[in-house]
Protein backbone atom coordinates (compact mmCIF):
# COMPACT_ATOMS: atom_id res chain seq x y z
CA UNK A 1 0.00 0.00 0.00
CA UNK A 2 1.43 3.30 -1.33
CA UNK A 3 -0.53 5.43 0.84
CA UNK A 4 0.61 3.82 3.99
CA UNK A 5 3.04 7.06 5.99
CA UNK A 6 5.73 5.97 7.74
CA UNK A 7 4.65 6.30 11.59
CA UNK A 8 6.84 7.99 14.46
CA UNK A 9 8.23 6.67 17.16
CA UNK A 10 7.58 8.71 20.61
CA UNK A 11 9.60 8.20 23.04
CA UNK A 12 7.92 6.89 26.46
CA UNK A 13 4.89 5.15 24.22
CA UNK A 14 6.79 1.64 24.38
CA UNK A 15 3.44 -0.13 25.56
CA UNK A 16 1.80 1.06 22.15
CA UNK A 17 3.04 -0.03 18.56
CA UNK A 18 1.69 2.54 15.90
CA UNK A 19 -0.93 0.72 13.84
CA UNK A 20 -2.33 4.05 11.54
CA UNK A 21 -3.08 7.20 11.70
CA UNK A 22 -6.41 8.70 11.77
CA UNK A 23 -6.77 12.31 12.43
CA UNK A 24 -5.18 15.81 12.54
CA UNK A 25 -5.63 18.34 15.32
CA UNK A 26 -3.97 21.89 14.94
CA UNK A 27 -1.45 20.55 17.92
CA UNK A 28 -2.46 16.68 17.82
CA UNK A 29 -1.74 13.76 15.47
CA UNK A 30 -4.32 10.77 16.08
CA UNK A 31 -3.39 7.19 15.73
CA UNK A 32 -4.86 3.64 16.41
CA UNK A 33 -2.08 1.92 18.00
CA UNK A 34 -1.97 -1.83 19.54
CA UNK A 35 -2.24 -2.09 23.34
CA UNK A 36 1.00 -4.45 23.52
CA UNK A 37 0.04 -5.37 27.24
CA UNK A 38 -3.96 -6.06 26.92
CA UNK A 39 -3.49 -6.78 22.96
CA UNK A 40 -6.68 -3.77 22.69
CA UNK A 41 -6.88 -1.44 19.74
CA UNK A 42 -6.94 2.47 21.07
CA UNK A 43 -6.65 5.62 20.14
CA UNK A 44 -3.89 7.54 20.72
CA UNK A 45 -4.06 11.55 20.65
CA UNK A 46 -0.46 12.84 20.53
CA UNK A 47 -0.16 16.64 21.98
CA UNK A 48 3.08 18.56 20.92
CA UNK A 49 3.85 20.42 23.99
CA UNK A 50 6.22 22.63 22.34
CA UNK A 51 3.51 24.16 20.78
CA UNK A 52 1.70 25.46 23.23
CA UNK A 53 1.56 28.35 25.60
CA UNK A 54 0.88 27.81 28.78
CA UNK A 55 -2.79 28.35 29.08
CA UNK A 56 -3.07 25.89 26.33
CA UNK A 57 -0.97 23.25 28.41
CA UNK A 58 -3.50 23.72 30.99
CA UNK A 59 -6.51 23.46 28.98
CA UNK A 60 -5.26 20.03 28.08
CA UNK A 61 -4.89 19.10 31.18
CA UNK A 62 -8.01 20.00 31.87
CA UNK A 63 -9.20 18.14 29.00
CA UNK A 64 -8.02 14.82 30.63
CA UNK A 65 -9.20 16.21 34.12
CA UNK A 66 -12.65 15.96 32.91
CA UNK A 67 -12.24 12.92 30.67
CA UNK A 68 -11.59 11.18 33.89
CA UNK A 69 -14.77 11.37 35.19
CA UNK A 70 -17.07 10.41 32.50
CA UNK A 71 -18.03 6.76 31.99
CA UNK A 72 -20.83 6.85 29.66
CA UNK A 73 -21.40 4.64 26.18
CA UNK A 74 -22.01 7.27 24.29
CA UNK A 75 -18.49 8.81 25.33
CA UNK A 76 -15.33 7.76 23.81
CA UNK A 77 -13.59 6.33 26.91
CA UNK A 78 -10.51 8.04 28.49
CA UNK A 79 -7.62 4.91 28.76
CA UNK A 80 -4.88 6.42 29.82
CA UNK A 81 -2.68 9.46 29.81
CA UNK A 82 1.31 9.58 29.44
CA UNK A 83 3.13 12.91 29.34
CA UNK A 84 6.89 13.28 27.84
CA UNK A 85 8.88 16.16 27.69
CA UNK A 86 7.70 17.01 24.22
CA UNK A 87 3.86 15.35 24.51
CA UNK A 88 0.86 14.45 25.78
CA UNK A 89 -0.43 11.24 24.99
CA UNK A 90 -4.60 10.70 25.74
CA UNK A 91 -5.31 7.50 24.94
CA UNK A 92 -8.85 7.00 24.41
CA UNK A 93 -10.88 3.19 23.00
CA UNK A 94 -10.78 2.98 19.80
CA UNK A 95 -13.72 3.85 17.22
CA UNK A 96 -13.08 2.02 14.25
CA UNK A 97 -16.08 3.78 12.59
CA UNK A 98 -14.19 7.29 11.87
CA UNK A 99 -16.11 10.77 11.80
CA UNK A 100 -19.64 10.73 11.79
CA UNK A 101 -19.38 13.37 9.05
CA UNK A 102 -17.93 10.87 6.76
CA UNK A 103 -20.80 8.41 7.25
CA UNK A 104 -23.08 11.89 5.99
CA UNK A 105 -20.73 11.76 3.07
CA UNK A 106 -21.09 8.56 2.35
CA UNK A 107 -25.16 8.32 2.45
CA UNK A 108 -25.91 11.52 1.17
CA UNK A 109 -28.08 12.24 4.67
CA UNK A 110 -29.77 10.40 6.35
CA UNK A 111 -33.67 8.35 6.71
CA UNK A 112 -35.53 9.72 10.10
CA UNK A 113 -35.37 6.82 11.12
CA UNK A 114 -31.40 6.75 11.20
CA UNK A 115 -30.69 10.25 11.83
CA UNK A 116 -32.97 9.81 15.69
CA UNK A 117 -31.27 6.89 16.28
CA UNK A 118 -27.66 8.62 16.04
CA UNK A 119 -29.15 11.45 17.60
CA UNK A 120 -30.95 10.02 20.84
CA UNK A 121 -27.00 8.66 21.14
CA UNK A 122 -25.48 11.93 21.13
CA UNK A 123 -28.52 13.54 23.19
CA UNK A 124 -27.91 10.54 25.40
CA UNK A 125 -24.53 11.76 26.41
CA UNK A 126 -25.35 15.23 26.69
CA UNK A 127 -28.08 14.17 29.27
CA UNK A 128 -25.51 12.35 31.00
CA UNK A 129 -22.88 15.44 31.06
CA UNK A 130 -25.87 18.50 31.79
CA UNK A 131 -27.48 16.31 34.38
CA UNK A 132 -25.51 14.26 36.13
CA UNK A 133 -21.96 15.68 35.54
CA UNK A 134 -22.61 19.80 34.88
CA UNK A 135 -20.46 19.40 31.77
CA UNK A 136 -20.86 21.26 28.54
CA UNK A 137 -18.74 19.86 26.05
CA UNK A 138 -18.96 23.35 23.80
CA UNK A 139 -17.75 21.83 20.01
CA UNK A 140 -20.02 19.39 19.61
CA UNK A 141 -19.83 18.85 15.69
CA UNK A 142 -20.17 16.17 13.17
CA UNK A 143 -16.19 15.82 13.26
CA UNK A 144 -16.03 15.12 17.19
CA UNK A 145 -18.80 12.42 16.43
CA UNK A 146 -16.88 9.30 16.17
CA UNK A 147 -19.07 5.94 14.94
CA UNK A 148 -18.18 2.82 16.80
CA UNK A 149 -19.80 0.37 14.29
CA UNK A 150 -20.74 -3.24 15.14
CA UNK A 151 -18.40 -5.91 13.97
CA UNK A 152 -19.92 -8.05 11.80
CA UNK A 153 -17.75 -11.57 12.01
CA UNK A 154 -16.44 -13.03 8.61
CA UNK A 155 -18.91 -15.24 6.82
CA UNK A 156 -17.71 -18.48 7.19
CA UNK A 157 -19.27 -20.43 4.48
CA UNK A 158 -17.95 -17.47 1.73
CA UNK A 159 -15.45 -14.91 2.21
CA UNK A 160 -16.83 -11.47 2.03
CA UNK A 161 -16.42 -9.97 -1.63
CA UNK A 162 -13.87 -7.79 -1.59
CA UNK A 163 -13.99 -5.14 -4.09
CA UNK A 164 -10.66 -3.03 -5.82
CA UNK A 165 -9.41 -0.95 -3.42
CA UNK A 166 -10.67 -1.98 -0.56
CA UNK A 167 -8.41 -4.55 0.43
CA UNK A 168 -6.69 -2.29 3.22
CA UNK A 169 -10.21 -1.74 5.56
CA UNK A 170 -9.84 -4.08 7.56
CA UNK A 171 -6.41 -5.81 8.94
CA UNK A 172 -7.46 -8.85 10.69
CA UNK A 173 -10.26 -9.82 8.81
CA UNK A 174 -13.14 -8.70 10.61
CA UNK A 175 -16.04 -7.36 8.24
CA UNK A 176 -17.30 -4.18 9.41
CA UNK A 177 -20.38 -2.42 8.07
CA UNK A 178 -21.60 1.37 8.16
CA UNK A 179 -23.80 3.15 9.84
CA UNK A 180 -26.40 1.48 7.25
CA UNK A 181 -25.21 -1.41 6.41
CA UNK A 182 -26.19 -4.56 8.02
CA UNK A 183 -25.11 -3.38 11.47
CA UNK A 184 -25.56 -0.07 13.59
CA UNK A 185 -23.25 1.35 15.59
CA UNK A 186 -22.83 3.21 18.40
CA UNK A 187 -22.26 7.05 18.11
CA UNK A 188 -19.78 8.62 20.76
CA UNK A 189 -19.00 12.23 21.65
CA UNK A 190 -15.35 13.18 21.63
CA UNK A 191 -13.00 15.92 21.95
CA UNK A 192 -13.67 17.01 24.95
CA UNK A 193 -10.46 20.31 24.25
CA UNK A 194 -13.47 22.99 24.74
CA UNK A 195 -15.22 21.17 27.44
CA UNK A 196 -16.20 22.93 30.96
CA UNK A 197 -17.42 21.99 33.90
CA UNK A 198 -20.24 24.62 35.12
CA UNK A 199 -22.59 23.00 37.44
CA UNK A 200 -21.72 21.40 40.71
CA UNK A 201 -23.83 18.75 40.67
CA UNK A 202 -23.98 17.49 44.69
CA UNK A 203 -23.99 21.68 45.26
CA UNK A 204 -26.47 22.53 42.53
CA UNK A 205 -24.00 26.01 42.59
CA UNK A 206 -21.78 26.92 40.04
CA UNK A 207 -18.30 25.47 40.11
CA UNK A 208 -15.91 26.94 42.61
CA UNK A 209 -18.03 29.23 44.48
CA UNK A 210 -19.61 29.04 47.47
CA UNK A 211 -22.58 32.01 47.45
CA UNK A 212 -21.00 35.48 46.57
CA UNK A 213 -21.80 34.68 42.82
CA UNK A 214 -23.26 37.65 40.68
CA UNK A 215 -26.93 36.44 39.25
CA UNK A 216 -25.76 37.18 35.55
CA UNK A 217 -22.95 34.31 36.15
CA UNK A 218 -25.14 32.23 37.76
CA UNK A 219 -27.50 32.44 34.69
CA UNK A 220 -24.92 32.50 32.53
CA UNK A 221 -23.57 29.20 33.11
CA UNK A 222 -26.81 27.52 33.44
CA UNK A 223 -27.76 28.74 30.17
CA UNK A 224 -24.11 27.71 28.53
CA UNK A 225 -25.30 23.97 28.45
CA UNK A 226 -27.39 25.65 25.87
CA UNK A 227 -24.66 26.15 23.46
CA UNK A 228 -24.74 22.26 23.09
CA UNK A 229 -28.18 22.37 22.88
CA UNK A 230 -27.97 24.71 19.42
CA UNK A 231 -25.10 22.35 18.10
CA UNK A 232 -27.22 19.37 18.45
CA UNK A 233 -29.66 21.27 16.34
CA UNK A 234 -27.10 21.59 14.01
CA UNK A 235 -26.28 18.13 13.73
CA UNK A 236 -29.58 16.82 13.66
CA UNK A 237 -30.38 19.71 10.29
CA UNK A 238 -27.43 18.23 9.35
CA UNK A 239 -28.51 14.29 8.86
CA UNK A 240 -31.67 14.62 8.14
CA UNK A 241 -30.67 16.72 4.68
CA UNK A 242 -26.85 16.59 4.11
CA UNK A 243 -26.10 20.27 4.53
CA UNK A 244 -25.68 22.28 7.47
CA UNK A 245 -28.43 24.47 8.47
CA UNK A 246 -26.00 27.83 8.46
CA UNK A 247 -23.84 28.12 5.29
CA UNK A 248 -21.15 30.90 3.82
CA UNK A 249 -18.26 30.96 1.84
CA UNK A 250 -17.64 34.53 3.43
CA UNK A 251 -16.77 34.10 7.43
CA UNK A 252 -18.37 37.49 7.95
CA UNK A 253 -21.77 36.44 5.85
CA UNK A 254 -21.81 33.38 8.18
CA UNK A 255 -21.76 34.78 11.50
CA UNK A 256 -24.12 37.48 10.47
CA UNK A 257 -27.07 34.44 9.37
CA UNK A 258 -25.70 32.68 12.97
CA UNK A 259 -26.27 35.51 14.49
CA UNK A 260 -30.01 36.30 13.46
CA UNK A 261 -30.61 32.41 12.91
CA UNK A 262 -31.02 33.09 9.55
CA UNK A 263 -31.78 28.96 8.29
CA UNK A 264 -34.39 27.70 6.39
CA UNK A 265 -35.69 24.14 5.47
CA UNK A 266 -34.32 24.86 1.56
CA UNK A 267 -37.07 22.98 -0.90
CA UNK A 268 -37.15 20.60 -2.16
CA UNK A 269 -34.61 18.95 0.06
CA UNK A 270 -36.80 19.53 3.32
CA UNK A 271 -40.58 18.55 1.37
CA UNK A 272 -40.39 14.91 2.59
CA UNK A 273 -39.20 15.72 5.87
CA UNK A 274 -41.70 15.34 8.68
CA UNK A 275 -43.35 18.48 10.61
CA UNK A 276 -42.24 16.74 13.98
CA UNK A 277 -38.68 16.74 12.76
CA UNK A 278 -38.64 20.58 11.61
CA UNK A 279 -40.39 21.44 14.71
CA UNK A 280 -37.70 20.12 16.83
CA UNK A 281 -35.50 22.09 15.20
CA UNK A 282 -37.31 25.05 15.39
CA UNK A 283 -36.93 24.69 19.12
CA UNK A 284 -33.18 23.93 19.28
CA UNK A 285 -31.91 26.69 16.15
CA UNK A 286 -33.54 29.89 18.19
CA UNK A 287 -31.69 32.35 18.82
CA UNK A 288 -33.28 33.07 22.40
CA UNK A 289 -31.11 30.85 24.23
CA UNK A 290 -33.85 31.12 27.12
CA UNK A 291 -36.50 29.67 25.02
CA UNK A 292 -34.42 26.51 23.28
CA UNK A 293 -34.76 22.94 24.56
CA UNK A 294 -32.98 21.70 27.02
CA UNK A 295 -31.78 18.18 27.31
CA UNK A 296 -34.72 16.96 28.84
CA UNK A 297 -37.38 18.71 26.53
CA UNK A 298 -35.59 17.64 23.71
CA UNK A 299 -35.93 13.79 24.72
CA UNK A 300 -39.75 14.30 25.62
CA UNK A 301 -40.19 16.11 21.81
CA UNK A 302 -42.60 14.13 19.85
CA UNK A 303 -40.27 13.11 17.00
CA UNK A 304 -37.87 11.40 19.50
CA UNK A 305 -40.14 9.92 20.92
CA UNK A 306 -41.18 7.94 17.66
CA UNK A 307 -40.45 4.23 17.77
CA UNK A 308 -38.42 3.77 15.00
CA UNK A 309 -38.02 0.57 13.35
CA UNK A 310 -34.64 0.45 13.11
CA UNK A 311 -32.67 -2.68 15.48
CA UNK A 312 -30.69 -1.55 18.08
CA UNK A 313 -28.28 -4.27 18.98
CA UNK A 314 -25.91 -2.28 20.97
CA UNK A 315 -27.99 -0.29 23.18
P1 LIG B 1 -8.78 18.11 18.04
O1 LIG B 1 -8.93 18.69 19.39
O2 LIG B 1 -7.46 18.41 17.43
O3 LIG B 1 -9.96 18.40 17.14
P2 LIG B 1 -9.86 15.44 18.33
O4 LIG B 1 -9.88 14.82 19.69
O5 LIG B 1 -11.17 15.97 17.81
O6 LIG B 1 -8.72 16.54 18.27
O7 LIG B 1 -9.29 14.38 17.29
C1 LIG B 1 -9.05 14.75 15.94
C2 LIG B 1 -9.60 13.68 15.01
O8 LIG B 1 -8.96 12.41 15.28
C3 LIG B 1 -11.11 13.41 15.17
O9 LIG B 1 -11.89 14.32 14.44
C4 LIG B 1 -11.19 11.98 14.63
O10 LIG B 1 -11.15 11.96 13.22
C5 LIG B 1 -9.89 11.34 15.13
N1 LIG B 1 -10.11 10.69 16.43
C6 LIG B 1 -10.01 11.25 17.65
N2 LIG B 1 -10.26 10.39 18.64
C7 LIG B 1 -10.54 9.22 18.06
C8 LIG B 1 -10.93 7.90 18.54
N3 LIG B 1 -11.05 7.66 19.84
N4 LIG B 1 -11.15 6.92 17.64
C9 LIG B 1 -11.04 7.18 16.30
N5 LIG B 1 -10.69 8.38 15.78
C10 LIG B 1 -10.45 9.40 16.63
MG1 LIG C 1 -11.95 17.81 17.19
Not at 117 to 142: M, N, S, T, W
Request: charged share 25%; glycine share 6%.
Amino acid sequence: NLAKQRLPSYEGLERYKLLDKLGDGAFSNVYKALDLETQEKVAIKAVRKFELKPQQRASVLKEVQIMRTLKHPSIVQLKGFIETKGYYFIILELCQGGELFHQIVRFTYFSEDLARHCVRQVAEAIQYLHEEKGVVHRDIKPENLLFDPIPIAPRTSAPPPTQPGDDDKEDEGEFIEGVGGGGIGRVKIADFGLSKVVWDQNTQTPCGTVGYTAPEIVKDERYSKSVDMWALGCVLYTLLCGFPPFYDESIQVLTEKVAKGQYTFLSPWWDPISAEAKDLIEHLLCIDSEERYTIKQFMNHPWMRTSSTLLSTNN
